[in-house]
T-cell receptor
Framework: GQQVMQIPQYQHVQEGEDFTTYCNSS?????IQWYKQRPGGHPVFLIQ?????EVKKQKRLTFQFGEAKKNSSLHITATQTTDVGTYFC??????????FGAGTTVTVRA | GAVVSQHPSWVICKSGTSVKIECRSL??????MFWYRQFPKQSLMLMAT?????????EQGVEKDKFLINHASLTLSTLTVTSAHPEDSSFYIC???????????FGPGTRLTVT
């Protein structure tokens, strides 16, 4: 079945620095979605990427979908304490089911 | 945005008993609902997909007779953990999507502890 790998598992960042989390799928995806889960909370939808090579920005967050639609990345610039949480990528084929990556848990030191 | 509620938020039950968890879409019609299981500091594992009015589709390795799913209306799906055992203790999260959007909206989750 479809597998989505995500690295790194943990990211400890100095406030103000940038970081990137990466996802790779074993199969070509129809789309990839990103979710954020705060400690003790539930996943919250951030964005969906559909097109090959697509790039979308949300303020300090930049999302990319690879040309082959098998990989994606999330880059956060100027990290703030509000960015703390676990970021999941989730890949989908055409059946609306999501295969979640392992998540990248982000902690921020002031 | 769309809101999904889940009840109860936590439950403690004795081994051998059954527990029902409800998932409701509050402001949209959920044509498809998903049930996930999440272990501490781990990712979400899809257990099953349910469409309103039809039988749920279970992922490989998930016992359909143990995890009964009912999606009787466009706003309600239930997950019943039958004859619960301590290894069933986990965080169960539902999500829902409607016909007009692609993303999934997650409920707040239910923490089940089986003693």
């Amino acid at each position: 079945g479809q597998q989505v790998m995500q690295i790194p598992q943990y990211q400890h960042v100095q406030e103000g620095e940038d970081f990137t989390t990466y996802c790779n799928s074993s199969t070509t995806l129809s789309n990839i979605q990103w979710y954020k889960q705060r400690p003790g909370g539930h996943p919250v939808f951030l964005i969906q990427l559909v097109k090959s090579g697509e790039v979308k920005k949300q303020k300090r967050l930049t999302f990319q979908f690879g040309e082959a639609k098998k990989n994606s990345s999330l880059h956060i610039t100027a990290t703030q304490t509000t960015d703390v949480g676990t970021y999941f990528c989730a890949g989908s084929s055409n059946d609306y089911k999501l295969s979640f990556g392992a998540g990248t848990t982000v902690t921020v030191r002031a | 945005g769309a809101v999904v509620s889940q009840h109860p938020s936590w439950v403690i039950c004795k081994s051998g008993t059954s527990v029902k968890i409800e998932c409701r879409s509050l402001d949209f019609q959920a044509t498809t609902m998903f049930w996930y299981r999440q272990f501490p500091k781990q990712s979400l594992m899809l257990m099953a997909t349910s469409n309103e009015g039809s039988k749920a589709t279970y992922e490989q390795g998930v016992e359909k007779d143990k995890f009964l799913i009912n999606h009787a209306s466009l706003t309600l799906s239930t997950l019943t953990v039958t004859s619960a055992h301590p290894e069933d203790s986990s965080f169960y999260i539902c999500s829902a999507r409607g016909t007009d959007f692609y993303e999934q909206y997650f409920g707040p989750g239910t923490r089940l502890t089986v003693t």
